[in-house]
């Protein structure tokens, strides 16, 4: 049995995917530029053709950080939110992200439904980037399938937000990823620094096994993502090296 | 009339054992305190009770009165519908009072087989419904009103004939008020025709323009302007059926066909559309509008046929449609575009968004479709508004500034600040939304000043310094107070207005 193992079976995986998803993936995706997050997802970033959740506190901010960087393609982006008059999504603050305002098209849905069905109607659509749901509840496996299918039948990135919810959502479902986004007190003490702090963890990804956790920090003066550690040991490692 | 008719509908579909007999019937209204007769049957009419008599008196004519309270509001929405319903015969039709109808049937009367037939058609199915209708046909709104109204079995006014045909008729019937006609009765002046050989100055002086202005509207010298329910449509298609139509992919294909017919007319006319209405008139007399609308000119009937099929299918087509009308109430000018061997890329990027962008307005309405746009202005809750992607001009630049939350409150919210460290600094521990945030880093602040070219009473309070704060969690938080008049904050009050990520 032998000769299945290694490239054989690796192309016979490829066949039975073929068979079951008929329409080609391609194996694009959404670099969040920063190595070791990327070189982790299976796909080298956030795939395309399918649909990731975001939880977490700062589940917004980080929805926002990937519209800035689907951005870069110059394709529309999509978000869906539910028509709350209270507050609203302020554009000089998705700037800051480098979201350009000309390619966001905000639909306001009166109900959860409504915004499932814009989701699914956005993914569809070849000429979307990128589009964002959010949503208060977490969905159900059937609506998550709906919306991944609709995802793979349009190559486009779906991003299903559940924007405050920290607990660890349990329900099944078919999303490809799941984040979780937290809020973090910045490293300097007393003063915030111009930065924006985050635990990122990625609860669940296909074939990575156990769930991974970095430290990033966004910076708004410079609009880059790097990692905690990175920044530190970097100024740390610099002077040996030199 | 219209009124009992309607109460007599209403309560057959409440109680359909009871079998209307007949019977005097009054609707009754109040008005200063006195309760009087707003409409009666014909029964009624035949004791002698008249409309806007008072119920003692009618009462007094005949005690076995049926007396039922008034509903001018279910009135006024039936005239509607018998408005819509009738549609089918006319694109132009309006509503005349509390219990008339103008139509305009110039050019439609042929396809009924001509003006007594489309009335004799018209007055048969409004029975049918319950309704007892007069129509009258003349060239003139007055005329076909007066001879509507007090013409008896004549209904029809050949062109040019309404002099002849109105002198007989009582002078009332020239819509004046009763008040008006009461006075010339006086005088002796019972007819129109009497009218015709007066002085008009005489009549001006007297009773006020309106008398001989009505009257020449009604012989057709002075032109009387009337409103149309409905804008007409520039381009319209119809199809009846002989047998009433109820399956989903019949009436879908025969709209494909009434889009085509239209599509086509738009082409010969380089016009694309922009809103369409279709009105679907079924069997049993109701009337089902759906409205559409795009964001740019279209003319592809399949593409147009797509965002029907969201609210067709909520359509109920009861026991069948009989007709369906479709009309292009928006139209833009459209040009010929050339097919292109060698695509653009782009060109073929920005149609699929377009009616990615149709379909979602016409479910959740264009106006929760929206963009951002700037606005130039150095206020948080100013400087952006949402804009229907329907609208013009939304390119804008957005100006550099600080950084700003990503996501703002409508109002700010009031926080009650729990500790304070005095001397300019924002408050220690907070409480807002019964949640207590103990903040452990602070940036700011920075002052922003009302406009004081606008009156904006937001701002009313004089500039606001805003600080950027997190608590120990990692939250982060856009607070302000407010400056008093000499430059001092007010550090008792603080406020929330947004969320940064």
């Avoid at chain 1, 800035?68 to 998705?94: F, H, T």
Wanted: aromatic fraction near 6%; charge should be neutral.
């Amino acid at each position: 049995m032998n000769i299945f193992r290694g490239k054989d079976l690796r192309a016979l995986k490829a066949q039975i995917h073929e068979i079951e998803r008929p329409k080609k993936r391609r194996s694009e995706s959404l670099t969040l530029g920063l190595k070791a997050i990327d070189s982790t997802l299976p796909e080298g970033g956030i795939a395309t053709s399918a649909v990731h959740e975001v939880t977490g506190n700062s589940g917004n901010g980080f929805a926002a950080f990937l519209a800035g960087q689907a951005c870069r393609s110059n394709r529309p982006i999509l978000w869906c939110v539910e028509n709350d008059s209270s507050k609203m999504l302020y554009g000089p603050g998705l700037g800051v992200f480098g979201v350009k305002m000309d390619l966001l098209i905000i639909v306001r849905c009166l109900r959860t439904d409504e915004i499932l069905w814009a989701m699914e109607e956005g993914l569809k659509e070849r000429s979307i980037g990128l589009v964002v749901g959010e949503l208060s509840k977490s969905v159900s496996l059937t609506a998550s399938r709906r919306l991944q299918l609709a995802a793979e039948s349009g190559c486009t990135i779906g991003l299903i937000l559940h924007d405050g919810v920290s607990e660890e959502i349990a329900a099944p479902s078919a999303v490809t990823t799941r984040w979780r986004v937290d809020s973090l007190p910045t490293l300097k003490s007393g003063t915030m620094n111009n930065k924006t702090h985050w635990g990122l963890s990625l609860c669940r990804c296909r074939s990575v096994a156990e769930e991974k956790s970095w430290d990033v920090e966004w910076d708004n003066a410079a609009n880059t993502l790097a990692l905690v550690s990175d920044a530190k040991c970097g100024t740390l490692a610099s002077p040996n090296q030199a | 009339m219209l009124s009992v008719e309607r109460w007599h509908r209403q309560t057959k579909h409440d109680s359909k054992t009871k079998k209307s007999l007949p019977a005097p019937i009054v609707l009754t209204d109040y008005t200063n305190g006195v309760c009087f007769v707003s409409a009666a049957n014909h029964d009624a009419l035949a004791c002698g009770v008249t409309p806007r008599m008072s119920l003692a008196d009618a009462r007094a004519l005949e005690p076995n009165l049926k007396i039922v309270p008034a509903d001018s509001r279910a009135d006024t929405s039936m005239l509607e519908k018998i408005a819509k319903w009738t549609t089918r015969y006319t694109p132009w039709v309006a509503i005349c009072g509390r219990d008339g109808l103008w139509l305009d049937i110039s050019g439609c009367a042929h396809l009924l087989g001509g003006e007594d037939a489309m009335i004799k058609d018209l007055t048969v199915n409004l029975s049918n419904f319950g309704f007892t209708s007069r129509f009258s046909i003349a060239d003139t709104p007055g005329a076909a009103w007066a001879m509507a109204h007090y013409g008896g079995e004549e209904n029809l006014i050949a062109p040019g004939a309404q002099r002849l045909a109105l002198s007989s008729l009582p002078i009332i019937a020239l819509r004046i008020g009763d008040s008006k006609a009461a006075e010339l009765i006086r005088l002796g002046i019972r007819s129109i025709g009497d009218l015709y050989a007066l002085p008009r100055a005489a009549i001006a002086k007297r009773f006020g323009m309106v008398i001989g202005e009505r009257l020449d509207q009604a012989l057709g010298l002075m032109p009387e302007p009337i409103s149309p329910r409905r804008p007409l449509p520039r381009y319209r298609a119809e199809c009846s059926f002989l047998e009433p139509v109820s399956r989903k992919e019949n009436i879908e294909a025969c709209l494909l066909q009434l889009l085509k017919d239209i599509c086509s007319n738009l082409e010969c006319a380089s016009q694309g559309v922009r809103q369409l209405i279709l009105d679907l008139f079924l069997v049993e007399g109701a009337t089902k509008t759906l409205h559409v609308g795009t964001v740019r000119p279209v003319r592809e009937a399949k593409c147009i046929a797509k965002l029907f099929a969201e609210p067709l299918s909520k359509i109920d087509s009861g026991f069948g449609i009989e007709t369906m009308i479709l009309s292009a109430q928006v139209v833009e000018p459209l040009t010929e575009s050339q097919i292109n061997i060698l695509v653009d890329e782009r060109d073929e990027e920005i149609i699929p968004l377009a009616s990615l962008l149709d379909r979602l307005g016409s479910r959740l309405n264009f106006e929760h479709v929206t963009r951002l746009v700037p606005r130039a202005s150095h206020l948080p809750d100013r400087a952006m508004r949402q804009v229907s992607v329907v609208a013009r001009n939304t390119q804008g630049s957005w100006p550099e500034t600080q950084i700003r939350p990503l996501v703002l409150l409508d109002q700010p919210e009031s926080v009650e600040s729990i500790t304070g460290v005095g001397d300019c600094q924002p408050p220690e521990v907070f409480r807002w939304r019964q949640n207590k945030y103990s903040v452990s880093a602070t940036e700011g602040p920075e002052r922003i000043a009302p406009e004081w070219w606008r009156r904006d009473r937001a701002w009313s309070r004089g500039p606001r310094d805003y600080w950027r704060v997190e608590d120990e969690e990692g939250r982060r938080f856009w607070l302000f107070c407010e400056c008093r008049k000499d430059g001092q904050c007010n550090l008792s009050h603080w406020y929330l207005h947004g969320f940064f990520a």
